[in-house]
Each structure stands twice: as structure tokens, then as C-alpha cells.
């Protein structure tokens, strides 16, 4: 695979919520601070820029994906009966090849872990990117990063956070899933809506090739609160489930998410029945 980093812009579609009167928003019925102007576009709230301004930092009012925090995430891959991580290797001066393997057999260039590093004063994709710039590394089993520099970019403000996935290697099947996102308000039975073009770029034979571009059309819905069990004690978090549906079939995803750890679970059932889970981790 390539490695390029590569900007992709989401087209998602047809949100529920009305768009913001910019008036102070109530999330779990606490108040905000004042917040930045947000306009609708395409079902994501967005910061907008002030006309008199020539660079405008999308990041400034993040609590969560600032320069403050990193998230690290295990995962592991189930398809069937087998439950795997997978390998990486050189295979050119900037090219990379990658195969499943099963944790017992696993060598040193065996990714156990993945990194999100937001880079809020990264402005490497120009001032006009209306996003936080977030970092993904993935992590050996030394703990160490064994590869590392796949940049991409989230949205987080008093309305919604919303995140790219890691999309290297295996991950490159997450762009057919619906993305973490959650919308306020934070309640059970909120719901919106969106879409999104998709390349056969991101296709492999592993688990779908495609010709042409398909649209994914998304569905999400806060279905629960529940204590969540993690390697710190139990978390109470929102339940987000979601699904995408293309002329390519369905893929879902359901995230556990709290407003000051983030997305602490992420569970995507994929285009081909498979499941890739990722839980965060604290040590």
C-alpha cells in the first residue's frame, strides 16, 4: 500500500437536527461556554469561519481531541471461528504489504495496538481544513510504534464529534462502516442521518472489490446508556448504533462513548461479516 497521506472530505447528508441559532447548547443539561458560530453541512456541524479572518483555528474549543490527550486502542479482527491481529512488511522503499496472523505467531512486526494523537497546530493540510488534524500510529508488541505517521482529521465542537478511523492496512475496510459520531443532544432516541461517496479504491480481495464509486447512506441513533466494564472499572456511556447502506450490502457499527474519555469501545461489523472490535486503554 502506499503510503501517502491523503485528504478526503465527507459528504454526509440529510441530518434531523435543526440547523444551530448559535444560542449556548445544553449537553446533559450542562451549560457551554460560549461557542464558536456552527453551520450544517451535510448532517456535520462545523465551525464556521469568520469573514475577517484568514486563519481560523477549528480546534481551539476542543475538550477531548486537543493537544492534551492521546487515546491508544487494542483491537482485534474476528472473522468466523478466527480471531486475528495481522503483520506488516517492507515491500518497497515507501510500500508496505500486510497479512493476517494469529497472536501466537506474532513477530516483531505484528500491530497489536493503534495511537490517535490529535495535532491541533498541525496545518499541514492548508488553512482551509475545517477539521483538528489527528495522528494514527500503530503500536508493535513492545508497545512501541512500530509504524507510525497516518494523518487524517476529526470535528469536535459543542454539537458533535466526529472522527475518521484509521484507514492503513486492514483498516482500510472501515470506510465502508458507518464513522464514530456522535450528535447532541446526548439522550436515547436521538437520531440523524448522512451519506457518503466511496471509491473502489478502497476495495481488496480480501473482502470486497467494487468498480466505480458507491454511496453509503448512514443511519445513527443514541440507542442506550449503560456501565461500560473497562480495564479502569465500569464507564457510563452513551450507546451509538449505526449502519450503512450501499448497493455493496450493509456494514454497522456500534461505539461506546463518554464526553470526557472519548469513544471508549468501537465495535464494526463489516462488509463481509467480519468484526473488527477496538477497546481503549489506560496503561
Known amino acids: 500500500m502506499k503510503m501517502k497521506n491523503i485528504l478526503f472530505f465527507l459528504l454526509l447528508a440529510g441530518c434531523s437536527i435543526e440547523k444551530s441559532d448559535n444560542s449556548v447548547a445544553l449537553i446533559n443539561s450542562n451549560k457551554l ?17 469568520p469573514d475577517s479572518t484568514s486563519y481560523f483555528n477549528y480546534s481551539a474549543d476542543n475538550k ?20 486475528l491481529v495481522f503483520a506488516i512488511k517492507k515491500s518497497g522503499q515507501y510500500d508496505y504489504a500486510w497479512n493476517f496472523i494469529r497472536k501466537e505467531e506474532a513477530t516483531d512486526s505484528t500491530i497489536f495496538k493503534i495511537r490517535l494523537t490529535p495535532k491541533p497546530f498541525d496545518d499541514s493540510f492548508g488553512s482551509r481544513y475545517e477539521q483538528t488534524i489527528i495522528r494514527y500510529d500503530y503500536i ?7 509504524l507510525g505517521g497516518e494523518h487524517t482529521g476529526c470535528i469536535e465542537n459543542y454539537k458533535n464529534i466526529w472522527l475518521h478511523p484509521p484507514r492503513w ?13 456522535i450528535q447532541a443532544p446526548y439522550e436515547i432516541g436521538n437520531k440523524w442521518d448522512g451519506e457518503l461517496s466511496i471509491g473502489s479504491y478502497w476495495g481488496d480481495p480480501r473482502w470486497l472489490v467494487w468498480d466505480k464509486s458507491i454511496k453509503n447512506k448512514y443511519a445513527y441513533e443514541i440507542t442506550d446508556k449503560v456501565d461500560l466494564e473497562t480495564e479502569i472499572g465500569k464507564i457510563d456511556c452513551w450507546v451509538v448504533e ?19 474519555e472519548g469513544f471508549i469501545k468501537m465495535e464494526y461489523t463489516n462488509i463481509d461479516s467480519s468484526k473488527i472490535v477496538f477497546d481503549k486503554k489506560w496503561f
Open 169 to 181: 492496512f486492514l483498516f482500510r475496510i472501515l470506510e465502508l462502516n458507518p464513522f464514530p459520531f
Open 242 to 260: 449505526a449502519k450503512a447502506t450501499s448497493r455493496l450490502g450493509n456494514a454497522f457499527l456500534t461505539s461506546w462513548f463518554h464526553p470526557t
Open 140 to 146: 508493535g508488541r513492545n508497545n512501541e510504534i512500530f
Open 33 to 49: 461556554p460560549v461557542a464558536p458560530e456552527l453551520y450544517l453541512r451535510d448532517g456535520l456541524y462545523i465551525e464556521k469561519k
Open 64 to 83: 477531548l481531541y486537543n493537544q492534551f490527550n492521546s487515546f491508544d486502542y487494542s483491537f482485534q479482527y474476528i472473522k468466523g471461528v478466527d480471531t
